[in-house]
């Protein structure tokens, strides 16, 4: 099974996650994409983000009649860095090849994530181009390091196992959106996703929508 896997806050899901994850899926031949809902990124402040339970929610209802699995898996491996969850993700699923997933405000940003060169060494890693960050991304620290593994798609498409480092990346027709002017435009979108605990499909817990993560 080849399985994406988008990391986010989520806060809260939106259509441009599905149409990046929906082109991802067909551009490298995945054969679904697990959305890892984050208990809390390391790098961005609590003030503001929306309890698990609804960010979870919010993915549900973005992902729906799509190949895409949302989960809260990092709260029940306890894990908040990417590096520790792909480690644990891999001993836990071994017989899955799995790529990570990120748009490229994230690779701009990547250099400053913990041992971000042994998550590049776990799993192969496409980026996906977004409106306004694609000059500082292929500037970035990270970039210069990762321009030796960079591969065209045929190659992400071709059957076998995939190696690493090995960095796609990925232009379609640009999404502007973003959780941010989401929460501009609804500073109380989290509301609508209260009440109900949500159960999570693929580690079976419940979690509720009410409290912080
Ligand atoms: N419109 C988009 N185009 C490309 N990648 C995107 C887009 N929106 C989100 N992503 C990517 O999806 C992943 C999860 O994103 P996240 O949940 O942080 O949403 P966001 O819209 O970036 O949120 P915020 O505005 O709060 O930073 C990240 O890798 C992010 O780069
Ligand atoms: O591991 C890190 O150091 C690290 C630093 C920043 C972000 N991340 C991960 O990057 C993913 C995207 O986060 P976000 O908040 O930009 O949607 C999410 O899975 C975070 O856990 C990971």
């Not at 259509?15 to 990124?41: C, K, Q």
């Not at 609804?186 to 609508?192: E, F, G, I, R």
């Amino acid at each position: 099974m080849r399985t994406g896997l988008l990391g986010g806050s989520f806060n809260p899901a939106h259509g441009g996650h599905r149409r990046i994850t929906r082109f991802t899926i067909d551009a490298i031949g995945l054969d679904e994409a697990w959305w890892l809902v984050s208990p809390g990124n390391p790098l961005k402040p609590k003030a503001g983000m929306a309890p698990l339970g609804a960010r979870l929610k919010s993915a549900r209802a973005q992902a729906r009649r799509a190949p895409i699995v949302p989960t809260a898996i990092e709260q029940a491996l306890g894990t908040r860095y990417t590096v520790d969850t792909l480690r644990k993700l891999k001993n836990r699923y071994p017989k899955r090849e799995f790529v990570w997933l990120m748009g490229s405000d994230n690779l701009a940003e990547f250099h400053r994530w913990r041992r971000w060169r042994d998550i590049a060494r776990t799993m192969p890693i496409a980026v996906i181009a977004r409106p306004c960050y694609n000059a500082d991304a292929l500037a970035s620290p990270a970039m210069a390091w990762f321009r030796r593994y960079t591969v065209p798609v045929s190659s992400f498409r071709k059957k076998g196992q995939w190696s690493a480092p090995a960095l796609v990346f990925l232009r379609f027709d640009p999404d502007p959106r973003s959780a941010t002017a989401i929460r501009r435009a609804n500073t109380d979108w989290a509301s609508q996703y209260r009440g109900t605990p949500v159960r999570d499909r693929l580690t079976f817990r419940t979690i509720r929508t009410s409290e912080g993560s």
